[in-house]
C-alpha cells in the first residue's frame, strides 16, 4: 500500500494552518477608509446680484421772447443740440449722471435776435427744470459807409464822396451797393471797401437813353437789382421806368414824361409818381405808383398792368382790383410772390397775395412810433422796404427816423435810431438819421440805408 496522501488530505493541513493564523480568532470586519462626501446646498440656488446703475437726471427749461421766424439752437455740455422755434418748454434727450455738470448754451440764434440763458449750469443732484433762455431784438450797431452831411456831387473813398438826397438802395450778390441819387440825377455805385463811382447819368436832368455815360435821368428815386445784372430805376418826376444792362446801356422799360394811370406796353403806359420799385426772378418788375395809389407789374417786353389798387385813394383791403392805397411808397417780394408794400399816408404795411387778396400786416393808419403785433404798431410816412431770409422785413421808417423790423406775424420791432433828426453813429437809439428813405439787406442781417436828408449811405448790423 503506498504511503502517499492524495491531493485533497494534503491540502487540509494548510488550510488548518492558515486558519490558525487568522488574528487571534477575531471576527470583526474593517470597514476601509473613504473620502468625505459634500454636503449638498439646502434650498434653491440665489442669483448674482446686477450692479446698481447710477441715477441720471433730466435737464429742461423754458424759452421766451422767440420772434415767429427762423429758430434757436441750443447745447448741453457742447453737445445733444435741441433746435427750439417757438416760446416754450425744452429739454434735452440727453440724461446727466447724477453729481455731474451740466451747462446750458446758445449755439445759434435767429437774425436780429440775441438770446441768453439764466440758471443754465451746476450739477445735476436731481432733474433740473428750471433752465431760462430769454431771447429779446439784437442791439444794433450803425456806421456811415460813404458821403458826408454836406451834399455835393463827388466821387471817392467813404467820407470823401458825396451825394444829394440819395433815395433808393439796392444790393447785388457781389456786394455792391447802387443809389438812387435823387438830387444829382445819377445812379452811383458803391463798391465794397466804400469807394464811390457814377454808374450812369451826367449829373444834369433829363430823358436820354444810350450809353450810361451819356444817359440822362431826372429824379431817380427808387432801384432794383435783378441777379443778371441788370438795374431797375424808377423815377419820380419822370413817370418812368429806366433799365441799366451790365453792359451799361440805359433804355425806358415802360412810361413817359406824361402822367397817367394807363395800362399798355413801353411809352403807351403811364405812371404818376412811380417811387418804390422791386424786381422777381423772371424779371417782372413791380412799382409802387405813389400818386396813382396803385400797385403795378411789368412784364420784361414792357407791359404794364394794374396789379391793385385805384386811383381813389384809401386804406380798404379785399380782392386787389377793389382795395385801395394811399401813397404807396416802397415796395417788395418774397421768393413766394407776396407782395409788401409801405404807405405813406396811411403809415402802414400792407401786403398782396399771389391770388391777388390786399390786407394790412402791420400799423393802425395812425401816426406813431409803437412797436406791438399788427394794428398794435405804429408807423410815421414809411418809405423804404427790403426782405430778408425767413420773411422778415425791414422799413425806413422816414418821419420817425427809425429802421424798424417786422416779422411774418406783424410783430414789430425798432432797430435804429431816435425819433429826432441827426446823422450820430453807434448802437441802438443812440445813432440817429433824417429821413432814411431807401433800405436794403443782405443774407447775413446786414442793413443798408440811404439816409436821404443826411446825404449818407450808413450800414445797421446786428451785434451777436
Known amino acids: 500500500m503506498s504511503s502517499a496522501c492524495p491531493p485533497l488530505l494534503k491540502a487540509i493541513p494548510i488550510c488548518l494552518i492558515l486558519t490558525a493564523c487568522g488574528g487571534g480568532g477575531d471576527d470583526t470586519v474593517t470597514t476601509p477608509p473613504r473620502a468625505t462626501q459634500p454636503v449638498g446646498p439646502i434650498g434653491a440656488p440665489v442669483a448674482p446680484v446686477a450692479p446698481t446703475a447710477p441715477a441720471t437726471y433730466t435737464i429742461a427749461g423754458t424759452v421766451s421772447g422767440l420772434l415767429d421766424y427762423g429758430s434757436l439752437t441750443l447745447l448741453n455740455n457742447g453737445a445733444d443740440p435741441i433746435v427750439q422755434a417757438a416760446d416754450g418748454s425744452f429739454s434735452f434727450s440727453v440724461s446727466v449722471a447724477a453729481g455731474s455738470a451740466y451747462a446750458v448754451s446758445v449755439n445759434a440764434q435767429p437774425l436780429w435776435q440775441s438770446c441768453s440763458v439764466a440758471?443754465?449750469?451746476?450739477?445735476?443732484?436731481?432733474?433740473?427744470?428750471?433752465?431760462?433762455?430769454?431771447?429779446?431784438?439784437?442791439?444794433?450797431?450803425?456806421?456811415?459807409?460813404?458821403?458826408?452831411?454836406?451834399?455835393?456831387?463827388?466821387?471817392?473813398?467813404?467820407?470823401?464822396?458825396?451825394?444829394?438826397?440819395?433815395?433808393?438802395?439796392?444790393?447785388?450778390?457781389?456786394?455792391?451797393?447802387?443809389?438812387?441819387?435823387?438830387?444829382?440825377?445819377?445812379?452811383?455805385?458803391?463798391?465794397?471797401?466804400?469807394?464811390?463811382?457814377?454808374?450812369?447819368?451826367?449829373?444834369?436832368?433829363?430823358?436820354?437813353?444810350?450809353?450810361?455815360?451819356?444817359?440822362?435821368?431826372?429824379?431817380?428815386?427808387?432801384?432794383?437789382?435783378?441777379?443778371?445784372?441788370?438795374?431797375?430805376?424808377?423815377?419820380?418826376?419822370?413817370n418812368d421806368i429806366r433799365k441799366i444792362t451790365p453792359g451799361g446801356i440805359v433804355t425806358t422799360l415802360a412810361g413817359s414824361a406824361t402822367a397817367g394811370s394807363a395800362d399798355g406796353i413801353g411809352a403807351s403806359a403811364s405812371f404818376n409818381n412811380p417811387l418804390?420799385?422791386?424786381?422777381?426772378?423772371?424779371?417782372?418788375?413791380?412799382?409802387?405808383?405813389?400818386?396813382?395809389?396803385?400797385?403795378?407789374?411789368?412784364?420784361?417786353?414792357?407791359?404794364?398792368?394794374?396789379?391793385?389798387?385805384?386811383?381813389?385813394?384809401?386804406?380798404?383791403?379785399?380782392?386787389?382790383?377793389?382795395?385801395?392805397?394811399?401813397?404807396?411808397?416802397?415796395?417788395?417780394?418774397?421768393?413766394?410772390?407776396?407782395?409788401?408794400?409801405?404807405?405813406?399816408?396811411?403809415?402802414?404795411?400792407?401786403?398782396i397775395s399771389s391770388s391777388g387778396v390786399v390786407t394790412t400786416l402791420a400799423g393802425s393808419g395812425a401816426t406813431g412810433s409803437d412797436d406791438g403785433v399788427g394794428t398794435a404798431a405804429?408807423?410815421?410816412?414809411?418809405?423804404?422796404?427790403?426782405?430778408?431770409?425767413?420773411?422778415?422785413?425791414?422799413?425806413?421808417?422816414?418821419?420817425?427816423?427809425?429802421?424798424?423790423?417786422?416779422?411774418?406775424?406783424?410783430?414789430?420791432?425798432?432797430?435804429?435810431?431816435?425819433?429826432?433828426?441827426?446823422?450820430?453813429?453807434?448802437?441802438?437809439?443812440?445813432?440817429?438819421?433824417?429821413?432814411?428813405?431807401?433800405?436794403?439787406?443782405?443774407?447775413?442781417?446786414?442793413?443798408?440805408?440811404?439816409?436821404?436828408?443826411?446825404?449818407l449811405i450808413r450800414n445797421v448790423a446786428p451785434s451777436q
Request: hydrophobic share 40%.
Open 119 to 238: 440758471n443754465g449750469s451746476g450739477l445735476a443732484n436731481g432733474n433740473v427744470n428750471n433752465v431760462s433762455v430769454n431771447c429779446a431784438v439784437a442791439q444794433s450797431m450803425v456806421s456811415t459807409i460813404a458821403g458826408s452831411t454836406t451834399a455835393g456831387y463827388v466821387n471817392g473813398t467813404g467820407s470823401a464822396a458825396s451825394f444829394r438826397q440819395p433815395s433808393g438802395i439796392a444790393r447785388d450778390a457781389s456786394g455792391n451797393l447802387y443809389v438812387a441819387d435823387f438830387g444829382n440825377h445819377v445812379i452811383r455805385k458803391i463798391a465794397p471797401g466804400g469807394v464811390v463811382t457814377t454808374l450812369a447819368g451826367t449829373g444834369s436832368p433829363g430823358h436820354v437813353d444810350g450809353m450810361a455815360g451819356s444817359a440822362k435821368f431826372a429824379t431817380p428815386v427808387g432801384i432794383a437789382v435783378a441777379a443778371s445784372g441788370n438795374l431797375y430805376v424808377s423815377e419820380f418826376y419822370g
Open 276 to 351: 418804390g420799385i422791386a424786381v422777381d426772378a423772371n424779371e417782372n418788375v413791380y412799382v409802387a405808383d405813389y400818386s396813382n395809389n396803385m400797385i403795378r407789374k411789368i412784364t420784361p417786353a414792357g407791359v404794364v398792368t394794374t396789379l391793385a389798387g385805384t386811383t381813389t385813394a384809401g386804406s380798404d383791403n379785399g380782392a386787389a382790383a377793389l382795395a385801395t392805397f394811399n401813397g404807396p411808397s416802397g415796395i417788395a417780394r418774397s421768393p413766394s410772390g407776396t407782395l409788401y408794400v409801405t404807405e405813406w399816408f396811411n403809415s402802414d404795411i400792407r401786403q
Open 378 to 455: 405804429t408807423f410815421a410816412l414809411p418809405v423804404g422796404i427790403a426782405i430778408g431770409t425767413n420773411g422778415v422785413l425791414y422799413v425806413a421808417d422816414d418821419g420817425n427816423n427809425l429802421i424798424r423790423m417786422v416779422t411774418p406775424a406783424g410783430a414789430v420791432a425798432t432797430l435804429a435810431g431816435s425819433i429826432n433828426a441827426g446823422s450820430a453813429d453807434g448802437a441802438g437809439s443812440t445813432a440817429m438819421f433824417n429821413q432814411p428813405s431807401g433800405i436794403a439787406v443782405d443774407t447775413n442781417g446786414n442793413l443798408y440805408v440811404a439816409d436821404q436828408a443826411n446825404n
